[in-house]
């Protein structure tokens, strides 16, 4: 099923609008002097794994590739758990560029 014109036109108006909202956030983010490396935990690691492992798991709801396995949603959530929410959906918006 191949996707109508304006269902595509919407699509890259939302994407267009998210890369412009990442480098806002990365703009007004300090720059990489000032911030100092997140140290990657083993909770924050296995929290990681239980999310990628939900992304594509047909337990959750049945969302799998649909709504968690995009990366602006992965970049959100891995942001929240890392403690840098702005950083993921900056990264997610950047990512998902790409797979449009």
Do not use: C
């Amino acid at each position: 099923m191949r996707p109508k014109r304006r269902q595509v036109g919407i699509a890259m108006a939302i994407s267009l609008l998210l890369l412009v909202a990442s480098y806002a956030l990365v703009k007004a983010a300090p720059t990489r002097q000032e911030v100092d490396a997140t140290p990657v935990s083993i909770p924050m690691a296995v929290i990681i794994g239980l999310l990628y492992y939900l992304s594509l798991s047909p337990w959750f709801a049945h969302l799998d590739f649909t709504v968690l396995y995009r990366p602006l949603v992965a970049g959100t959530l891995v942001g929240l758990v890392m403690g840098r929410p702005g950083e993921g959906v900056a990264i997610g918006a950047n990512i998902n560029v790409l797979y449009l």
